[in-house]
């Protein structure tokens, strides 16, 4: 398949995880990637492995939770490759707190990078969306549909990532650009490895948020991504994809 020939994408969260599979799979598929990520050397270990594959990707390092640098990292695609057609938002990151004890801050750095910097990357790339006809992938989570302990800030933020969705595909239902998310369970990435968990935690309300099929893999959300930014999705608009093996179903 090659429904991203002559087709621009920009990912964020494209050093790891999910936006590196989804690097790797759209390049696969045709499209110019332009990779955003606060880390460097991810990033660049991306651009290898798509090159490696045939690819075609640039990169550049942007804290997506700064506004500015949100108008930044899509004039820089803009620059690179002439438009935008595909806005993945895949970035995010995950802590768990005592919900008591967060403080101001940690609350902050959860939503400014999960939730303010989505709605500031959607900002900054519609205008150019509309122009190509493009779409927007926002990548949610199992904790933005149902509650899961001693993750507040997080299951707030992909909560907003959820209405933002939605909100964002009814103000643009008539100028021609779509815009979905998926909503992974557990999925296999470096993520789920580096969690800390603080001390006091009951684990018996901690649930697997996997299903009974266990961890996705990056590649899975990743071929999803590609569907719903495919013109093979053309009607979809505002939907909110679960891909957790049954657990929003009540598994
Ligand atoms: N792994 C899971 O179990 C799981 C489940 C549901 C949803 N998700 C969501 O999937 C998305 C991808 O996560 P992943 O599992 O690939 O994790 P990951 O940690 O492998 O990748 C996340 C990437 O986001 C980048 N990032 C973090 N803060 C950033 C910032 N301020 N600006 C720019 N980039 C930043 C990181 O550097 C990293 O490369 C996230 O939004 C996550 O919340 C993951």
Redesign the pocket.
């Known amino acids: 398949m090659q429904r991203f020939e002559a087709k621009v994408a920009l990912l ?2 494209a ?5 590196r599979a989804t690097a790797l799979r759209l390049a696969a598929e045709g499209a110019s990637v332009f990779g ?4 460097a050397e ?1 990033l660049e270990e991306t651009g290898r492995l798509v090159a490696d594959a045939g690819g075609q990707m640039q990169g550049a390092c ?4 700064q506004p500015e640098l949100c108008d930044q990292a899509v004039s820089a695609c803009v620059e690179a490759y002439g438009g935008l057609d595909v806005l993945g938002n ?5 802590r768990f707190h005592i919900f008591t004890e967060i403080t101001e801050a940690q609350w902050d750095f959860v939503m400014g ?2 939730l303010k ?1 989505v709605a500031f990357m959607c900002r900054a790339a519609i205008p150019h969306l509309i122009e190509r006809q493009g779409s927007i992938v926002n ?1 949610a ?3 933005g549909v149902i509650g899961q302990a001693y993750t507040v800030a997080y299951c707030v933020s992909k909560g907003g990532i959820v209405q933002l969705t939605r909100a964002l595909a009814m103000e643009y239902i008539h100028q021609g650009i779509r815009v979905n998310a998926v909503a ?4 296999d ?4 490895q580096k969690l800390e968990f603080p001390d006091g935690m009951d684990w018996k309300l901690v649930r697997p948020y996997s299903g009974r099929r266990g961890q996705a893999q ?1 590649e899975e959300i990743a071929a999803a991504i590609a569907y719903l930014a495919s013109d093979e999705a053309r009607p979809v608009h505002g939907e909110i994809l679960s891909i957790d093996g049954g657990v929003h179903a009540g598994g």
């Not at 955003?36 to 880390?39: A, K, M, N, Q, Y």
């Not at 895949?90 to 995950?94: H, L, N, P």
Request: proline share 5%.
């Open positions: 964020t969260g050093a790891s995880g999910v936006g955003v990520d606060v880390d991810g942007f804290d997506l939770s895949i970035a995010g990151v995950s990078v999960n910097g990548v989570s199992v904790a992974p369970g557990g999925v990435t470096p993520m789920n990056a």
